[in-house]
């Protein structure tokens, strides 16, 4: 029997110097190849996540901001859930576990399966304790707006992957976004990070962005844009509010709007109304019929016009009430329709045309807003008297209400225009003079009786300063004609008027009621905001309450 048992040591002894002469001729030979196999299945390359830039208003408040959560994933080659796993799996992450089911059994061979994104980072840290096979987490970003629905047509969204999607996140993606990093980590078989080995390529950080927004001045426009446009029942709104020395946007508010934190419910709420929709702007354009007639020489702002109804063709030119004989100044503070089609007429086909295109009116401003359109202004037909008469008063062309207020800048700047940004500017940009100054100023003088008693829009008076300012209330074109049953309601105006700092345009789109009218509707909502704005930035009254009312000229 000792035979046996010396077989069967020197059979050990033998498998042993076997393997030990494996190992050294493996380390000899094959080295390399056992070390880079090795290396293959534990030392991985990972991305390091950008941090996207963040932001801000004029004076430093966060308007978006990325703050980190955790993306959850599946390797199912390297373990099964088993039903208690799943449970546990769907109750932390709060997901369905009939559908979680349905996905683990469709990708069963899956080695990378998201699970949940954008989950928080105490969550995750709850679901890592309970060490689910398979179960690993990946570092990412979320974005957070603090002043949700009020900026969010402005500063827009990013998706699930921190991409820029609307807005200025879109505009400015390529800044705001940045460039993930490599490093080298060590992996366990189950594909958790053991260690980091090296950083290959460090992420480089997105740049910080500061808007011209006033957030202070957003959120009161947004209050009360949204308070009119509940109240007149209307189909949507628009107000935009420059700064008149530097052009800068220091708010830009529409409705309907968009919660950015939420799943967005509805695409209708996204579109950034003031720069993408276009609309005729109506009697806000006769400020720049006023300027044509006064350019002319031919007119003063006293000079006499009558205003009983006449044809042009077939169409009837008329007001509501019978005036006769009115002055220039009392023709723009009545938005007298026959007195404007007078003059357009007297003037020639080009003349408010002319004015119109130098005053830049529907051009693109190129402010950096996504989706901002060009409006529409042509001379196509102009030859036509009926043409040229309408464009008088604002009927054939169409702008946006940020162009609107482009316009009503210009003016506000006594004949010079400058460029419109939503960025926030180091200093006032070079302007250009496009219209001499004291022409301008009569115009402006003249729109002051506007908002004065007897004038088309008292609502948007202010207690102590003198506002300048044109109401427009135009028909809405239905299957290729004007409906009488729908309208837009538009004003747009400066103050203080005496040295306008601020210009501000309101659109109230269909409203519904009795009262739909420029001065009715979208006046008042001017006069509240002008009024509180003019007191946020401490702008000193221009005129005792009697002569803001009364519309005295400077």
Same mark, same amino acid.
């Given at each position: 029997?000792?035979w046996?048992?010396?077989?069967?040591v /020197?059979?050990?002894?033998?498998?042993g110097?076997?393997?030990?002469a494996?190992?050294v001729?493996?380390?000899?030979?094959?080295?390399?190849?056992?070390?880079?196999q090795?290396?293959?299945?534990?030392?991985? =390359?990972? $991305?390091?996540?950008?941090?996207?830039?963040?932001?801000?208003?004029?004076?430093?408040?966060?308007?978006?901001?990325?703050?980190?959560v955790?993306?959850?994933?599946?390797?199912?080659?390297?373990?099964?859930?088993?039903?208690?796993?799943? &449970?546990?799996l769907?109750?932390?992450?709060?997901?369905?576990?009939?559908?979680? =089911?349905?996905?683990?059994?469709q990708?069963?061979?899956?080695? +990378?399966?998201?699970?949940?994104?954008?989950v928080?980072?105490?969550?995750?840290e709850? #679901?890592a304790?309970?060490?689910?096979?398979?179960?690993?987490?990946?570092?990412?970003?979320?974005?957070?707006?603090p002043?949700?629905?009020?900026?969010?047509?402005?500063?827009?969204?990013?998706?699930?992957?921190?991409?820029?999607?609307?807005?200025?996140?879109?505009?400015?993606?390529?800044?705001?976004?940045?460039?993930?990093?490599?490093? %080298?980590?060590?992996?366990d @078989?189950?594909?958790? %990070?053991?260690?980091?080995?090296?950083?290959a390529?460090?992420?480089?950080?997105g740049?910080?962005?500061?808007l011209?927004?006033?957030l202070?001045l957003?959120?009161?426009a947004?209050?009360?844009l949204?308070?009119?446009?509940? =109240?007149?029942r209307?189909?949507a709104?628009?107000l935009?509010?420059l700064?008149v020395?530097?052009?800068?946007?220091?708010?830009?508010?529409n409705?309907?709007?968009? !919660?950015p934190?939420e799943?967005? /419910?509805?695409?209708?709420?996204?579109?950034? @109304?003031?720069?993408?929709?276009?609309?005729?702007?109506?009697?806000?354009?006769?400020?720049?019929?006023? *300027?044509?007639?006064l350019?002319s020489?031919?007119y003063?702002?006293?000079?006499?016009?009558?205003?009983?109804?006449?044809?042009?063709?077939?169409?009837?030119?008329h007001?509501p009430?019978?005036?006769g004989?009115?002055?220039?100044?009392t023709?723009?503070?009545?938005?007298?329709?026959?007195?404007?089609? @007078?003059v357009?007429?007297?003037?020639?086909?080009?003349?408010?045309?002319?004015?119109?295109?130098? /005053?830049?009116?529907?051009?693109y401003?190129?402010?950096?807003?996504?989706?901002?359109?060009?409006?529409k202004?042509?001379?196509d037909?102009l030859e036509r008297?009926?043409?040229?008469?309408?464009?008088?008063?604002?009927?054939?062309?169409a702008?946006?209400?940020?162009? *609107?207020?482009?316009?009503y800048?210009m003016?506000? !700047?006594?004949?010079i225009?400058?460029?419109?940004?939503?960025? @926030?500017?180091?200093?006032?940009? /070079?302007?250009?003079?496009?219209?001499d100054?004291?022409?301008?100023?009569?115009?402006?003088?003249m729109? $002051?009786?506007?908002?004065?008693?007897?004038?088309?829009?008292?609502?948007?008076?202010?207690e102590?300063? &003198? %506002?300048?300012g044109?109401?427009?209330?135009?028909?809405?074109?239905v299957?290729g004609?004007?409906?009488?049953?729908?309208?837009?309601?538009?004003?747009?105006?400066?103050a203080?008027?005496?040295a306008?700092?601020?210009?501000?345009?309101? #659109?109230?789109?269909?409203p519904?009621?009795?009262?739909?009218?420029?001065?009715?509707?979208?006046?008042?909502? +001017?006069?509240?905001?002008?009024?509180?704005?003019?007191?946020?930035?401490?702008v000193?009254?221009?005129?005792q309450?009697?002569q803001?009312?009364?519309?005295v000229?400077y």
């Amino acid at each position: 029997m000792a035979w046996r048992h010396f077989t069967l040591v /020197a059979f050990f002894l033998l498998a042993g110097v076997g393997l030990v002469a494996r190992v050294v001729y493996l380390n000899v030979t094959e080295r390399q190849f056992l070390i880079d196999q090795g290396e293959r299945r534990s030392i991985k =390359s990972q $991305e390091i996540p950008a941090h996207r830039g963040v932001i801000y208003d004029r004076f430093g408040e966060p308007l978006a901001v990325s703050t980190p959560v955790m993306a959850v994933y599946a390797n199912l080659r390297e373990g099964e859930l088993d039903q208690d796993d799943r &449970r546990a799996l769907c109750v932390t992450l709060e997901l369905d576990c009939q559908r979680l =089911s349905r996905r683990l059994a469709q990708h069963r061979d899956s080695r +990378f399966l998201y699970l949940a994104r954008g989950v928080a980072v105490d969550v995750a840290e709850e #679901l890592a304790a309970l060490k689910l096979p398979g179960i690993g987490f990946l570092k990412e970003y979320r974005r957070f707006y603090p002043a949700g629905e009020s900026t969010a047509h402005v500063v827009g969204l990013t998706d699930i992957d921190d991409q820029g999607i609307e807005g200025i996140e879109l505009s400015f993606d390529a800044q705001l976004q940045g460039e993930a990093g490599r490093k %080298v980590v060590l992996k366990d @078989r189950s594909g958790q %990070v053991i260690k980091e080995l090296d950083y290959a390529d460090p992420a480089r950080f997105g740049a910080d962005l500061t808007l011209s927004l006033d957030l202070r001045l957003q959120f009161l426009a947004y209050r009360e844009l949204k308070s009119a446009v509940q =109240s007149h029942r209307a189909k949507a709104g628009s107000l935009v509010m420059l700064d008149v020395a530097t052009g800068e946007i220091l708010a830009l508010v529409n409705q309907p709007a968009f !919660n950015p934190n939420e799943p967005v /419910a509805s695409l209708e709420g996204l579109r950034n @109304r003031a720069a993408t929709d276009i609309y005729e702007p109506g009697s806000t354009m006769k400020p720049f019929t006023i *300027l044509a007639a006064l350019k002319s020489g031919r007119y003063e702002r006293h000079t006499m016009i009558d205003t009983s109804p006449f044809y042009i063709g077939r169409k009837r030119v008329h007001d509501p009430a019978e005036r006769g004989e009115i002055s220039l100044e009392t023709a723009l503070k009545k938005s007298s329709q026959t007195a404007i089609a @007078r003059v357009a007429l007297d003037l020639g086909e080009r003349a408010v045309f002319d004015v119109l295109s130098e /005053a830049g009116v529907g051009e693109y401003l190129g402010t950096g807003l996504h989706g901002e359109v060009v409006g529409k202004l042509t001379d196509d037909g102009l030859e036509r008297p009926i043409a040229h008469t309408t464009l008088a008063y604002g009927y054939g062309l169409a702008i946006t209400p940020l162009q *609107l207020a482009d316009a009503y800048m210009m003016l506000a !700047n006594g004949g010079i225009r400058r460029p419109v940004s939503v960025l @926030r500017q180091a200093e006032a940009p /070079a302007g250009y003079r496009v219209f001499d100054e004291h022409f301008v100023h009569q115009v402006v003088q003249m729109m $002051e009786g506007v908002t004065a008693r007897g004038g088309t829009a008292p609502g948007a008076h202010i207690e102590g300063f &003198r %506002v300048a300012g044109k109401t427009g209330t135009i028909r809405k074109v239905v299957a290729g004609a004007y409906d009488d049953g729908q309208h837009a309601a538009w004003f747009a105006g400066m103050a203080p008027a005496t040295a306008p700092r601020i210009v501000t345009v309101v #659109l109230i789109d269909e409203p519904q009621g009795e009262d739909f009218s420029g001065g009715k509707v979208a006046a008042p909502v +001017f006069g509240r905001v002008m009024a509180r704005t003019m007191h946020l930035l401490g702008v000193p009254p221009d005129a005792q309450p009697e002569q803001a009312l009364a519309g005295v000229g400077y």
